[in-house]
């Protein structure tokens, strides 16, 4: 398989190329040449043997079958539950898809825990060795660090603002005892945090010389992990479903798309949002333009832009690089997108409703879950599961629902405790979070005191 720019002006790469290079030099996103068609009927057993059918089209040749299957096992042996991403009934038409069961309790991890395992296989073999730079709110920078603690051929240095993650995602970050792995707080905002890592990437002589690169979500590989839970799930039912997908960055919600273009039996999607309702506006009015970004209970979903749209964008403009490149530049001039109105039809109408829920709502929802099933939802996946209720309940006879749980309630106990008066514990394996002692620097918001900083981390 060869990988194109959204912006078409780069040449081609192979799968291991683009696992390595993330974002592509044009300032473009890296997209397969075509879309592979699924392997039916699947003789796999197991979801880490679906897992190896379905992307390995995407890898070869760069990745064997035999390295595949290897990576797969070891990233999805660390998740406990031994279906990895189990599928629970709440309604008579509506399920949840549980894809918390990773090692820090966020969706996050089922595509990090194998992309980290990527990077240090595709390094070793080069005898390279790189500095993943990232700034996190919250979710991803601890799995990020997790899914990477411990690999030979990587340090990684995750910024996160001082003071504005919850105790349990900075933990998750600070506790990681391996030399490689550093959590730093930055006297700043999470956009502070961005806006730094961006610094640090447009510093060609600082980036060259500590081999700079990141996992952020607009990594292809990351996009391709999340296609096989939407494969295992929709494989189960006996029609085809639809899925409810608390959406950000558009990562996951575009990893289903693909999927059904692959031949998944999908129906078509809800995209949920909280409060920061950029996506859901423009499904339903046509209307993308930004906003200030407004803190909410769900801070995975608090952006301000889906950068994993351009993907589909791509995909409308009949893959045509140079008309995608355009339409984002004007949308980055005028702070708003057109589309045209065959885009929509084509694209829009009939595959993607919406719904966004304030923390009221959200908050609600949580309640309302727990009285009628005795189960607890984080606030992101409260914003799936209640925008499958608005646009899919009642008697409006649709295909069955999978709502997507992107978190477990433990790494959002204050909302949950708030919604139901229940306080949740940390699973097993987390126990002793608040134990563990705790590993951090604070630097100041400047770019050379950030610069020096990662270098002296790295050159141990
Ligand atoms: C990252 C994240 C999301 C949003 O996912 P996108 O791929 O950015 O759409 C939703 N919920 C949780 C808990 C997350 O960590």
Redesign the pocket.
């Known amino acids: 398989m060869r990988y194109l720019s959204t912006r078409g002006d780069e040449p081609d790469l192979g799968f291991n190329d683009v696992l390595l290079a993330g974002l592509a030099n044009d300032g473009g996103l890296y997209v397969p040449e075509r879309w592979p068609t699924l392997v039916t009927p699947s003789t796999a057993r197991t979801y880490v043997e679906r897992a190896v059918e379905v992307m390995l089209p995407f890898v070869e040749p760069d990745l064997d079958e035999a390295t595949l299957t290897r990576l797969c096992t070891e990233a999805y042996g660390t998740f406990r539950h031994p279906a990895v991403v189990p599928l629970i009934q709440i309604d008579h038409r509506l399920w949840i898809q549980e894809l ?1 069961h990773g090692p820090t309790l ?3 991890d089922v595509a990090l825990q194998l992309v980290g395992r990527m990077f240090d296989h595709v390094l070793a073999e080069r005898g390279q060795r790189v500095t993943i730079v990232g700034a996190t709110s ?3 920078g601890s799995a990020a660090i997790d899914a990477v603690a411990g690999c030979e051929n990587v340090d990684i240095v995750i910024f996160y603002p001082l003071g504005r993650t919850s105790d349990v995602q900075r933990r998750q970050m600070t506790t990681v005892d391996q030399p490689n792995a550093h959590a730093v707080a930055v006297e700043g905002t999470f956009d502070d945090c961005q806006d730094l890592v961006k610094a640090m990437f447009n510093d060609v002589e600082f980036r060259r010389r500590n081999n700079l690169s990141a996992v952020n ?1 607009i990594n292809w590989a990351r996009v391709m992990a ?1 296609i096989v839970y939407y494969v295992t799930a929709a494989e189960v039912f006996s029609e085809a479903v639809t899925f409810s ?9 575009l990893a289903g798309w693909i999927a059904r273009e692959m031949g998944a039996p999908i129906n078509d999607f809800v995209i949920a949002s909280n409060t920061n309702d950029i996506l859901t506006r423009f499904i339903n009015d046509g209307d993308m333009s930004t906003r200030g970004v407004v803190p909410t209970l ?1 801070p ?2 608090d ?1 301000q832009v ?1 950068s ?1 749209f351009e993907r589909l964008l791509f995909e409308m403009n009949g893959r045509d690089g140079g008309m995608t490149a355009e339409q984002l530049m004007q949308f980055r001039a005028r702070g708003s997108l057109e589309l045209e109105p065959d885009q929509r039809e084509q694209f829009i109408t009939g595959h993607f409703r919406a719904a966004a829920f304030d923390d009221a709502a959200t908050l609600a929802e949580i309640a309302r879950v727990r009285d009628e099933t005795g189960m607890l939802l ?1 606030p ?2 409260a914003t799936g599961t209640a925008a499958a209720r608005e646009l899919c309940g009642g008697d409006q006879s649709t295909s069955p629902v999978v709502a997507l749980a ?2 477990h309630p433990a ?1 959002f106990p204050d909302a949950v405790e708030r919604a139901t008066g229940c306080s949740v514990g940390l699973p097993d394996h987390l126990a002793n979070l608040f134990d563990l002692e705790e590993r951090t620097q604070t630097v100041v918001n400047d770019l050379g005191a950030v610069e020096a900083l990662v270098e002296q981390l790295v050159s141990r």
């Open positions: 918390f966020a969706f996050k919250g979710d991803t979500s999340q997908v608390p959406t950000g960055n558009f990562g996951n919600v769900s995975s979903m952006i889906s994993n984080d992101h996946s992107t978190a790494k």
